[in-house]
């Protein structure tokens, strides 16, 4: 398969823990930040996303926490499992027609 | 099914030569972008498209044209003049080109040009 992140910072859980991913985002005039999952050789896919009046925001298995004093966003996943094995990206967006990307976060769950 | 779809999963060219990249969506979406991704960077913007007929450059338009002739197409090219075209290469589209919303994405092309 592809490698989207030869050098990407890493994360390894054990199957079943909890994971959290973080994710310093570059403005803080930001109001509009989305979580993407991408497996190896496929295009990002959605996960979660959350606006700047809210602080916490839950999903299926995963919570985003946004702290905007520090400029900090993280991605909660409850009870890992194999197939949460991914590269995990933070993007924002400050009133502009584009999302920045950061370079993201692999995962790796074993067993 | 509703989704994004971009053809070939992978693609081989010569040096000097130009190469098109397919990317149509059927989720009656006004904005698509196209983004390159290289190991151990993020995804950055090539080209944008929030209405049809009208589209602006990203952060590293050089070396690739577009076009939106079609609210569910948005083909990019890759010329010869882009010096590093080997990559791989994401195409997304949203309900509104505001920036505010989620991007659906394609399952990608992998270029190789040598």
Redesign the interface.
């Known amino acids: 398969g592809?490698?989207?992140?030869?050098?990407?910072p890493t994360l390894s859980v054990q199957e079943g823990d909890n994971s959290i991913i973080n994710c310093a985002y570059s403005n803080s005039a930001s109001?509009?930040f989305?979580w993407?999952k991408q497996e190896s050789?496929?295009?990002?896919?959605?996960i979660i996303?959350i606006?700047s009046n809210m602080d916490k925001r839950q999903g299926q298995r995963v919570t985003v926490l946004l702290n905007k004093t520090v400029k900090h966003l993280s991605l909660q996943i409850a009870a890992t499992q194999p197939g949460d094995s991914a590269v995990y990206?933070c993007a924002e967006?400050w009133?502009?027609?584009?999302?920045i990307?950061?370079?993201?976060t692999r995962l790796q769950v074993f067993p | 099914d509703g989704g994004?779809t971009?053809s070939p999963k992978y693609l081989f060219r010569k040096e000097g030569q130009n190469v098109t990249l397919s990317c149509e969506q059927n989720l009656n979406h006004d904005?698509m972008y196209w983004y390159r991704?290289d190991?151990?960077?993020?995804?950055r913007?090539i080209y944008?498209s929030?209405i049809v007929n009208d589209f602006?450059k990203?952060d590293i338009a050089e070396g690739y044209s577009v076009s939106r002739e079609k609210k569910e197409s948005f083909p990019l090219t890759v010329t010869s003049a882009q010096k590093n075209p080997t990559a791989?290469y994401?195409c997304?589209s949203s309900i509104t080109?505001?920036?505010?919303?989620?991007?659906?994405?394609?399952?990608?092309t992998?270029l190789t040009v040598t």
């Open positions: 592809e490698s989207v992140g030869l050098h990407l109001d509009y989305i993407y050789g496929k295009g990002p896919q959605f996303d606006r990206f967006n009133n502009t027609d584009k999302l990307f950061g370079t993201g | 994004i971009q904005a991704q190991p151990g960077q993020g995804l913007l944008y929030q602006q990203g791989f994401l997304a080109g505001t920036g505010a919303y989620e991007q659906y994405f394609g399952p990608g992998r």
